[in-house]
T-cell receptor, first 114, second 111 residues
Framework: NAGVTQTPKFRVLKTGQSMTLLCAQDMNHEYMYWYRQDPGMGLRLIHYSVGEGTTAKGEVPDGYNVSRLKKQNFLLGLESAAPSQTSVYFC?????????????FGPGTRLTVL | LAKTTQPISMDSYEGQEVNITCSHNNIATNDYITWYQQFPSQGPRFIIQGYKTKVTNEVASLFIPADRKSSTLSLPRVSLSDTAVYYCLVVPNTGRRALTFGSGTRLQVQP
């Protein structure tokens, strides 16, 4: 089991460019999440999904879009990158069942916008 | 979402027990208390979760008093590899179950 994987690991963009971050999980989890983490800060929720074909906004959704066409994949898109989006992006997944709801995190994507 | 307050940093020595206390005065009835650990350049990792009283696993113990307004993560006999940031979170057991992270507690373990 690979768990949660993220592609790419690093990326440098120029202001105004677009890109897509890919998250994949092989645990058959229903719930998937995208977070961003700025230096010295905790993670903040961008968007999330509670099942295939569904997405919803988190706390900081502006400037990002997501899609969940397949249960195992959750894509995060930046349509027009801005320097304020320089951050480390983490994807996570969980079963969403009753009781313990452990979230499994990917290794992160370090994005720099110049 | 219930806000949590925890110390910004703590120092310890190898072999000692470390207790990190978190306050969550506005915790709701269906909220669980969850702790995550994060090493530099890695995603957070789940440590332990509880609702009330005491929970223990192979890594840590979690103590929750009856009023649930605070909790204490206990790490027995820490080693250098326990140096990390520890996050206390209050997570609803319904809905999106998303995690709301504060700044965490930076634990530094010295030899």
């Amino acid at each position: 089991n690979a768990g949660v994987t993220q592609t790419p690991k690093f990326r440098v963009l120029k202001t105004g460019q677009s890109m897509t971050l890919l998250c994949a999980q092989d645990m058959n989890h229903e719930y998937m999440y995208w977070y961003r983490q700025d230096p010295g800060m905790g993670l903040r929720l961008i968007h999330y999904s509670v099942g295939e074909g569904t997405t919803a906004k988190g706390e900081v959704p502006d400037g990002y879009n997501v899609s969940r066409l397949k249960k195992q994949n959750f894509l995060l898109g930046l349509e027009s990158a801005a320097p304020s989006q320089t951050s480390v992006y983490f994807c996570a997944s969980s079963s969403g069942g009753v009781g313990v709801n452990e979230q499994f995190f990917g290794p992160g994507t370090r994005l720099t916008v110049l | 979402l219930a806000k949590t307050t925890q110390p910004i940093s703590m120092d310890s020595y190898e072999g000692q027990e470390v207790n990190i206390t978190c306050s969550h005065n506005n915790i709701a009835t269906n909220d669980y208390i969850t702790w995550y650990q994060q090493f530099p350049s890695q995603g957070p990792r789940f440590i332990i979760q509880g609702y009330k009283t005491k929970v223990t696993n192979e890594v840590a113990s979690l103590f929750i008093p009856a009023d649930r307004k605070s909790s204490t993560l206990s790490l027995p006999r820490v080693s250098l590899s326990d140096t990390a940031v520890y996050y206390c979170l209050v997570v609803p057991n319904t809905g999106r179950r998303a995690l709301t992270f504060g700044s965490g507690t930076r634990l530094q373990v010295q030899p």
